[in-house]
């Protein structure tokens, strides 16, 4: 205590001012707790309702009378809807108080399954409901449990469990009308999955992943418990996503980039290995795919530079079906209804938070079953999203989208909010936004979200670009960004913040240790301060996946890398304020990366708020919670904003 007060009188007379930074003011706001967060006043508090009050709508999934089941928002929390017909009530079915993270019909009922965890600490339940009565839990307590898929008849269930400390997952089934049915039929290695069950329901289709960008797929025997790993996923390192068993099992069909760079539609012939390409040729990747249950109609979309174009086809004589006329934006979700006749979609853009409609296949009719709200806002005055790319250090081109205040003069200067997306194996897309549009049009700041080296939707070839020892690649990506910045005429090259979670979180470290000079400040959400207790404290059951990305810390020379370019290590190069938010339940980026950080950036004399959620994990789901995350980022970067004078910019090398 003593040597704390006399530290404590020594640090005032050496620098008051590194003292007062220093000072934590610590308070509770709901579960939150603030530090060294000033009061939100009330006119920020009000513009942020406009922008959060906004719903949307996402199909997930069908009941045998026509009815759509979707999640949408309420209260608090997103919670599974019923909605029987286009423009009908949405009847809410879900009252937990924390989200609801997946719906899947129980095929021969009415009853579904639903998933939900605590606080978001993505320890995942698996409930079984109807339309009345209360939900039946299904998996135990203290357990993982993920990726469930149904049988033909809805009485077989089968789905992925992890515990605490372990990175093997196990392969559970059960008859979802009986929680005593439940047993282990396969202990697997690493993180496995169930994609599928065959017609006669005597196989469940695996995918085990190596990395994000690495699968194998396997069969499991019910009835011996043995699973047997399919030859050709090892030819080549590969993903297969959504794949399942058609032609009655003999095949799979599935989403890889085996042997090629982009990500296609192919048909994979179980006796021989052989694959048909079922999508057409195109430079741009399938996003995702569904079949009707009769095994006859197609639909799946391509990521065309991040926006969604639909195709329906006649999955048996491939031949083109007509196809739907939908707004501009990305799809959200995609599922035929049971008989086939129609094809649910949720689809979003920077307008438009989302709503569900359908097609009908043979009317070739299009119908919008949802209207969301945009709680008040004129979608007229929004700032659309400009598509535009830049040149990289290495001469990569690299794309990012530009949302300019739609009320700015063409001659006018704006700030710049540089936001970056998370994953790294993510892609920053033009959907609804309310984080850009507010800061466009509440701060008066031109948003950019760039798709650095890394990122999915690019193919193969560049999603590698930043594996291992090349990471701090895309950081210098950010430095280019901030070059291109330098030369555009409506841009204020002095009133630059960068922004980011997750991944994005750590480059918005990274970029602040490499171009503290350039930047006014940041703002980082559970991002990766140091990769080797990252990786030492992330799950268990995620440990490996993770490696296989960012570099095994195990290995001595990765280790020096990853030492080198953690931004714990370079946090002295950070002298611009800091703003850094936290889920206490984040299994993915603990607290203490976070905790660590701040505590670094403070003894340094760096101006440093944190705001800590008792009550969420990675990424905050609850609206109070996402309203205030929202009110203390406007009172930060209007702050480092309004004191900052234009100016020019500097080198792009640190």
């Not at 006399?6 to 001012?17: I, N, R």
């Not at 019909?105 to 009565?133: C, H, K, N």
């Not at 990175?167 to 994609?195: C, F, H, M, W």
């Not at 009835?223 to 003999?250: K, S």
């Amino acid at each position: 205590m003593r040597t704390a007060c006399l530290a404590a009188l020594l640090l005032t007379a050496a620098s008051p001012l590194l003292a007062q930074i220093a000072r934590v003011d610590s308070r509770q706001v709901g579960s939150a707790t603030l530090q060294n967060v000033p009061e939100i006043p009330a006119d920020v508090r009000d513009a942020v309702q406009r922008y959060q009050s906004y719903r949307e709508a996402e199909i997930e999934d069908w009941l045998p009378d026509g009815s759509m089941l979707i999640t949408t928002r309420f209260g608090a929390t997103r919670q599974v809807h019923r909605v029987l017909a286009p423009g009908a009530a949405r009847t809410q079915l879900t009252f937990f108080s924390e989200p609801v993270g997946g719906v899947w019909r129980i095929p021969g009922s009415e009853r579904f399954l639903v998933s939900r965890d605590t606080g978001g600490d993505e320890w995942f339940q698996l409930y079984a409901m109807g339309l009345t009565g209360p939900p039946v839990q299904l998996t135990e307590p203290g357990t993982r449990n993920q990726s469930p898929v149904l049988g033909k008849d809805g009485k077989l269930l089968a789905w992925s469990r992890a515990v605490k400390g372990s990175s093997d997952y196990a392969i559970l089934v059960a008859n979802p009308a009986d929680p005593t049915s439940r047993r282990v039929a396969y202990q697997g290695k690493g993180a496995i999955s169930p994609e599928d069950i065959s017609p006669d329901g005597k196989q469940i289709l695996l995918t085990r992943g190596i990395s994000n960008r690495e699968m194998r797929l396997s069969i499991l025997d019910v009835a011996t418990g043995q699973a047997t790993e399919l030859a050709f996923t090892a030819a080549e390192p590969a993903r297969y996503l959504q794949p399942r068993f058609v032609r009655g099992g003999a095949a799979i069909l599935a989403i890889t980039d085996q042997g090629s760079d982009v990500l296609r539609l192919v048909e994979i012939d179980l006796a021989t290995g052989k694959s048909i390409q079922v999508s057409g040729e195109s430079k741009w990747e399938v996003e995702r795919f569904d079949l009707s249950e009769d095994g006859r109609v197609l639909a799946y979309p391509y990521n065309e530079d991040g926006f969604s174009r639909l195709v329906v086809q006649d999955f048996r004589t491939r031949r083109a079906l007509p196809q739907p006329q939908l707004p501009k934006g990305v799809l959200t979700g995609l599922k035929f209804s049971p008989d086939g006749k129609r094809l649910g979609i949720s689809l979003t853009n920077a307008t438009s938070a989302g709503d569900a409609w359908t097609w009908d296949v043979a009317g070739a009719q299009l119908a919008r079953w949802t209207q969301s709200e945009l709680g008040g806002l004129d979608p007229a005055q929004l700032a659309e999203p400009r598509l535009i790319r830049f040149r990289s250090f290495d001469g990569l081109s690299v794309p990012a989208f530009v949302y300019r205040p739609r009320n700015a003069a063409a001659d006018t200067r704006t700030p710049v909010i540089i936001d970056i997306h998370g994953g790294p194996e993510s892609q920053t897309r033009p959907i609804w936004n309310p984080g850009a549009q507010y800061f466009a049009d509440l701060l008066g700041a031109t948003v950019i979200l760039p798709n650095v080296r890394g990122s999915e939707g690019y193919g193969k070839a560049y999603l590698n670009l930043d594996n291992g020892a090349k990471r701090e690649d895309s950081v210098k990506d950010i430095g280019a960004l901030l070059d291109w910045i330098g030369q555009q005429p409506d841009l204020d090259p002095g009133r630059v913040a960068v922004y980011g979670q997750s991944y994005g979180g750590y480059m918005s470290l990274a970029v602040s240790t490499h171009y503290s000079d350039r930047l006014v400040g940041s703002v980082e959400r559970y991002g990766i301060s140091n990769w080797i207790s990252f990786l030492q404290n992330t799950e268990a059951y995620r440990r490996d996946n993770r490696r296989a990305e960012y570099g095994d810390e195990r290995d001595p020379a990765m280790r020096a890398v990853l030492e080198r370019i953690s931004p714990l290590a370079n946090v002295g190069a950070i002298r611009k304020p800091m703003l850094v938010m936290q889920g206490a339940n984040d299994p993915r980026v603990p607290q203490s990366e976070s905790d660590q950080v701040v505590d670094r950036l403070r003894a340094g004399g760096v101006e440093t708020w944190y705001v800590l959620f008792a009550d969420e994990g990675h990424g905050f789901q609850k609206k109070p919670n996402n309203d205030l995350r929202r009110e203390v980022e406007t009172v930060f970067l209007r702050k480092l904003f309004g004191s900052s004078p234009e100016r020019g910019g500097g080198s792009a090398q640190r």
